[in-house]
Every structure is written in structure tokens, then in C-alpha cells.
């Protein structure tokens, strides 16, 4: 029997989350730093004094959801404030706040009522120093002072709630892998289940049948010919049955299978749906369970799959799923081996890329009861 890989494919979630907060925030530090230099331009050497701090601002803004501190945001944080202190008294530009805003958000850390405190004492000090643009051009107070609360609490706010949606987002995989890791041990007890069921009755039989054995050896050793040949005879369908559990043969029904995949695939966040025209029966439905268990593994271990589609028919089943790898190979091993099984049974197993979709097919012709898809 087949078990499905404990380790699942990467959360696309929060693959997707990091790059796109990461564009935003990348496109939200260029609009602001460039508006910020174009109202500086008014003389040569305004820009080149807020480029220092802009290229420091960046770190923090690429990597905004790792811990901002040492000796980088330290250097980042002095130097923007006294950045943002030589553009208030010499009115470079009021949008050069953010030489404060972007490293003081991001070393922002901590409880909601840590972190609301933190932003509060970062943006008055802003505002404070805003004010030292009165000395020389009074009438540029309300501006920078009002830029000097308005875009630390913007950034600020970004930080926290781009932080907070991933710790969220984390701990919400966390308890994903720990619900599929689950199935996974409720497969594996499965089978434990079924190889105690098989080895468990035949092991208690040959103790009976050894010690009977032993005491006939010498009294009627004919007898105990026919005990030992009992007990090899038992072995060897013991072997025969620990075989078919191994290869997923015992005890197989279609809908067995089919709540088991759906389980599996629930516990990766796949969507899953099953079209039923009519159920299999005989050598069909133990082979389309075969079909559907080695799809179900390949699935979850080859590919990032969101959806799958089902669909039955007394003559056939066929699965489809996205989330292709680049890697992917049509034949794989188990398939192939199925492939070999199916076709003893007059039958054909085929599998196929088609419009960025796997498929798995199989299909008995032979059966008298086929319908068409």
C-alpha cells in the first residue's frame, strides 16, 4: 500500500502573500522616495543628501517580515533622523520624513499596545522636528508637520498589518501541515490495522500448530508432516496477503478509496469533486481503486495541485488535476507498473498533459456495462 508523502508541496498561500506584499511595498518605497527627490530638485545637492538615507530605507522594506534591528537599523534610524533634521530647517523637502518612518515602522515590534505606543512617540518625534522648519519658513510649518504625522502612521500601519496578517497566515500553515501530517498517520494505522488483522490470526495458528507438531514428531510423525506442511502452506498465504496489502489489493472498494483521497486531498487544501456515472464492480473497481490510490500519491507528492476532478463510470475512471510541476514525467513508476496489470485485464491506463492539466485514464472496454464519459 501506498502512503502519501509526509512532506507536502510549499504553501502557495503564503508564497503568493510574500510576493505580492513585497511588490507593494517595493513600488510604495519607489512612488515616495522619487515624489520625495523631484520636490527636492530645487537645488543640485538636495537630492544627493536624501539619497543616503533612501538607499538604507530599503533593507527593511525587502525583508518587512523579519525582526529589523542591530547595528543596520540602528544606522538606519540616525541617519534618517538627522536626514529628515537638515530638511526641516533648510526646507529641502517635507516628504523626506520617511528617512524616519520606513526604519522606525519596521523596528516596530511587539503586542498591539506595544506597537500602537511606539507609533505614537515616533510620530510626535517626527512632528517635532517638522516644526524646525518654522525658524525659516514659517509658512511651511502645517505642511511638514502634517507630512510628519501622516506618512509615519501610514507606513507604521503598513508594517503591523502586513505583519500581523502573516503571523496569522503562518500559524494557519502550521496547523495545516499538522492536520495533513494527521492523515497521513490515519493511513498508516490503516494499514497497521490490516497487517494485524493478517499476520496477527496466522502467528497464533502456527504457535498451536508448531506445538502440536512437536508432540506428534514422535508419536504419529505422519501426522506431524501434515501439521508442518499446514503451517508452511499458512505462511506462504500470509506472504501472499502481506503482499497484496503492500501493493494496495486487500479489501479494496471504490468508495473506500474515493473518502480517503477526498480526506488526503482536503488535508492539502485541494479542492476535490466527483462526477459519478455509474460505479464499477469485479476486477473493474479494484483496479480504478488502484488507478485513483496511485493518482491520489502522485498528486500530493508531484505536484501543487488546487483542484481535482473526478469522474466514474462503470467502465472507467478519470482524474485531473493543476498545479503542474516542471518536472513532471507521464510515466510514472506506479502507473507504469498499474499500466501492465490493467492491460492483462483487457484494459488501457493512459496519462497525459493536456491544457496545463494532468490526466489519468483508465479504461475497460471490455465491460459490458460501459457508458460514455
Known amino acids: 500500500m ?17 510576493v505580492l506584499v513585497s511588490q507593494g511595498f517595493i513600488v510604495a518605497w519607489a512612488v ?41 537599523a540602528t544606522l538606519g534610524l540616525s541617519v534618517g533622523i538627522v536626514t529628515w533634521t537638515i530638511s526641516s530647517l533648510l526646507h529641502i523637502s517635507p516628504g523626506a520624513v520617511v528617512a524616519v518612518a520606513i526604519p522606525a515602522a519596521a523596528m516596530i515590534r511587539g503586542k498591539t499596545n506595544i506597537s500602537l505606543f511606539a507609533s505614537t512617540g515616533t510620530i510626535m518625534g517626527c512632528a517635532a ?22 506618512l509615519p502612521a501610514i507606513w507604521a500601519l503598513a508594517f503591523w498589518g502586513t505583519r500581523v496578517s502573516w503571523n496569522l497566515l503562518v500559524e494557519l500553515d502550521a496547523g495545516h501541515q499538522t492536520y495533513t501530517n494527521l492523515a497521513v498517520l490515519r493511513e498508516r494505522f490503516r494499514i497497521a490495522a490490516d497487517l494485524h488483522d493478517i499476520q496477527g490470526h496466522t502467528l497464533h495458528v502456527v504457535k498451536l500448530k508448531t ?27 500470509t506472504i501472499g496477503q502481506s503482499k497484496s496489502l503492500a501493493h494496495g489489493e486487500r479489501n479494496l472498494t471504490l468508495a473506500g478509496e474515493l473518502e480517503n483521497a477526498r480526506q488526503l486531498f482536503e488535508a492539502d487544501n485541494i479542492d476535490v469533486s466527483v462526477r459519478n456515472g455509474g460505479t464499477p464492480t469485479g476486477i473493474v ?45 507521464p510515466d510514472l513508476n506506479g502507473l507504469a507498473v498499474l499500466r501492465k496489470r490493467i492491460n492483462e485485464a483487457d484494459g488501457h491506463l493512459i496519462a497525459r498533459i493536456e491544457n496545463d492539466e494532468f490526466i489519468t485514464e483508465a479504461e475497460f472496454p471490455g465491460t459490458q456495462e460501459r457508458k460514455s464519459l
Open 2 to 18: 501506498t502512503v502519501p508523502a509526509e512532506t507536502t508541496s510549499p504553501t502557495r498561500t503564503l508564497a503568493r502573500m510574500r
Open 32 to 72: 515616495t522616495w522619487l515624489t520625495t527627490l523631484a520636490s527636492a530638485a530645487d537645488s543640485w545637492w538636495h537630492p544627493l543628501l536624501l539619497l543616503p538615507s533612501a538607499g538604507l530605507t530599503l533593507p527593511p522594506v525587502l525583508r518587512w517580515q523579519q525582526t529589523y534591528a542591530g547595528t543596520r
Open 129 to 150: 522636528i517638522g516644526l524646525l522648519v518654522s525658524i525659516t519658513q514659517s509658512q511651511l510649518t502645517l505642511l511638514y508637520v502634517g507630512l510628519a504625522v501622516l
Open 211 to 237: 506445538a502440536l507438531a512437536q508432540r506428534l514428531l514422535r508419536a504419529d510423525p505422519d501426522a506431524a508432516e501434515v501439521e508442518i506442511a499446514q503451517i508452511q502452506e499458512l505462511l506462504l498465504e
Open 285 to 329: 473497481e479494484t483496479l480504478s481503486s488502484l488507478v485513483l490510490r496511485e493518482a491520489t500519491t502522485n498528486i500530493l507528492r508531484h505536484a501543487q495541485a488546487n483542484q481535482v476532478h473526478i469522474t466514474l463510470t462503470p467502465a472507467s475512471i478519470l482524474i485531473t488535476n493543476d498545479g503542474l510541476s516542471t518536472s513532471v514525467d
